[in-house]
């Protein structure tokens, strides 16, 4: 998104927002922008985001699908400052995306709550999260045998994440809906995740 004022050549990142429009804080000049829906696919660690998230691609073009392990590669990632950072980032790079038209899909494990808190929140047509959930033995079966994890600490934390949105459908103020991965192939767990995205459009 270009977000440099037409009107007075402002390129300060705070532009207000009014429904679809930007707003320049200096000389109110408005231009318009594509608003969509943010869409993410959470769970815990090998639930089998990445996955499903693949076979999405395979199947469609309809949404731009990316991995917000992207940003804890090249960003700090040690304090709740350096993960609102991030979570910024990944807000401000889908407002741009979306400007062809597309929504975008992300794949992110944590930090859900502090959308509410982005100032990139307001160029969203609202947020919908989707958690990926599934039994304790197969999960456990998943980490060990799919992904080859042996550390009991990560594998007791993922334990522990599926089980609260097993049971929970909210994090902070953010609602997320669950789908119960268990018996399910990736075809059927992308088409049903599919399935989703259309409802939320």
């Known amino acids: 998104m270009i977000a440099i ?3 007075c050549g402002n390129h300060r990142w705070d532009k207000e927002v009014d429904g679809d429009w930007i707003v320049c804080p200096n ?3 408005r231009w318009r922008f594509i608003k969509k829906p943010l869409y993410i696919l959470t769970g815990c660690s090998g639930i089998g ?3 499903t998230a693949r076979e999405i691609q395979k199947v469609t073009s309809d949404f731009v699908v990316l991995d917000a ?3 804890y ?3 700090p990632h040690d304090t709740d ?3 609102l950072a991030q979570m910024e980032q990944i807000g401000s790079l889908s407002k741009n995306i979306m400007q062809c038209g597309k929504p975008v899909l992300w794949t992110m494990a944590g930090n859900i709550d502090k959308f509410p808190s982005l100032y990139h929140y307001r160029f969203f047509d609202g947020i919908s999260v989707l958690a990926l959930v599934c039994g304790e033995e197969s999960l456990r079966r998943r980490m060990t045998e799919g992904r080859h994890i042996t550390d009991d600490g990560w594998i007791n934390s993922s334990v522990e994440y599926n089980n609260y949105f097993r049971t929970h459908d909210q994090i902070g103020d953010v609602r997320f ?3 119960d991965t268990e018996g399910k ?3 059927e767990v992308a088409e049903a995740v599919l399935a989703w995205l259309r409802a939320h459009g």
């Open 69 to 71: 392990d992207m940003f």
């Open 73 to 75: 590669n090249i960003m």
């Open 177 to 179: 809906d669950t789908l």
């Open 27 to 29: 000389c109110k000049e």
């Open 185 to 187: 192939g990736i075809p």
């Open 81 to 83: 400052a350096d993960y």
């Open 5 to 7: 004022c037409p009107g």
């Open 49 to 51: 985001k990445t996955v």
